[in-house]
């Protein structure tokens, strides 16, 4: 009796493996899908950074910016 026991232990065993397996890839596919999105999002900000800085330093190429007090000349 006890070679059946230790065989349908084994079974168990192999189950409950195979089923955190499961839940493993499924959450691997979900973090996989997270990280495809934040991907897309973060490319949208860099392009979002980019227009802002051209549109920056298109608008600042006829004027000089003002010295900070602290770089200021003394007089």
């Given amino acids: ?21 499961r839940s493993q890839s ?4 979900q973090l996989a899908l997270n990280v495809v999105e934040m991907d897309k999002r973060l490319a949208a ?4 950074m980019e227009g802002f800085l051209a549109a920056a330093s298109a608008f600042g190429r006829g004027s000089r910016r003002p ?4 770089e200021a000349a003394p007089k």
């Fill in 1 to 21: 009796m006890s070679g059946i026991g230790a065989a349908l232990k084994a079974i168990k065993k192999a189950i409950l493996l195979e089923e955190r397996i």
């Fill in 67 to 70: 010295a900070k007090p602290t």
């Fill in 45 to 48: 900000l860099e392009g979002r």
């Fill in 26 to 29: 499924k959450n691997l596919e």
